[in-house]
T-cell receptor, first 114, second 112 residues
Framework: DAGVIQSPRHEVTEMGQEVTLRCKPI?????LFWYRQTMMRGLELLIY????????DSGMPEDRFSAKMPNASFSTLKIQPSEPRDSAVYFC????????????FGNGTRLTVT | RKEVEQDPGPFNVPEGATVAFNCTYS??????FFWYRQDCRKEPKLLMS???SGNEDGRFTAQLNRASQYISLLIRDSKLSDSATYLC?????????????FGTGTRLKVLA
């Protein structure tokens, strides 16, 4: 079975540009999570969805960040406008939804904003 | 206080050594605990879940201490291939929340 699929793997953009990251969760997983990882702050939870509905977006840094999940097999994380401090690795993960179910991560998108 | 804390290391150990990491968590109501392994420039991968009674998977042993609010990971007979960053993850699971909080990771270097 395919794992969590993210695209693109790498994104280099200029400050002020819009960036869209994409994620396809594992089929049958009801929960989808977006994390950001930096050396300074580690893995930070940005937002998570249950059955396509955003449940907790308290980790979203500011209004420049938005996330959607239009259906069970697709989610996007958008940054508009992007800033150099947004440079990080963005991971998408999914989970079955039972209390003891672990997260399964995608390969990540390495974002560089110049 | 951070919700989940780990010693960043690095822990430099010789091959064959036994090494242990701890991870403390602040929410006493936390229900689920996991250890992940992350190689350089890769995604975190599940190493093992942590059960209340403790559990073992080959050379790896995970334990939960609810009274002191920490989990531990013991690696016996370390291999060069065990060199990685080990992340703990905690699911606070309070009032229907369902989010995994990660520690910043502990770096392990196994030396030949």
């Amino acid at each position: 079975d395919a794992g969590v699929i993210q695209s693109p793997r790498h994104e280099v953009t200029e400050m002020g540009q819009e960036v869209t990251l994409r994620c396809k969760p594992i089929s049958g997983h009801d929960y989808l999570f977006w994390y950001r990882q930096t050396m300074m702050r580690g893995l930070e939870l940005l937002i998570y969805f249950n059955n396509n509905v955003p449940i907790d977006d308290s980790g979203m840094p500011e209004d420049r960040f938005s996330a959607k999940m239009p259906n069970a097999s697709f989610s996007t994380l958008k940054i508009q406008p992007s800033e150099p401090r947004d440079s990080a690795v963005y991971f998408c993960a999914s989970s079955l939804g039972d209390i003891g179910s672990p997260l399964h991560f995608g390969n990540g998108t390495r974002l560089t904003v110049t | 206080r951070k919700e989940v804390e780990q010693d960043p290391g690095p822990f430099n150990v010789p091959e064959g050594a036994t090494v242990a990491f701890n991870c403390t968590y602040s929410n006493s109501a936390s229900q689920s605990f996991f250890w992940y392994r992350q190689d350089c420039r890769k995604e975190p991968k599940l190493l093992m879940s942590v059960y209340s009674s403790g559990n073992e998977d080959g050379r790896f042993t995970a334990q939960l201490n609810r009274a002191s609010q920490y989990i531990s990971l013991l690696i016996r007979d370390s291999k060069l291939s065990d060199s990685a960053t080990y992340l703990c993850a905690v699911n606070p699971s309070t009032s229907g929340t369902y989010k995994y909080i990660f520690g910043t990771g502990t770096r392990l270097k196994v030396l030949a």
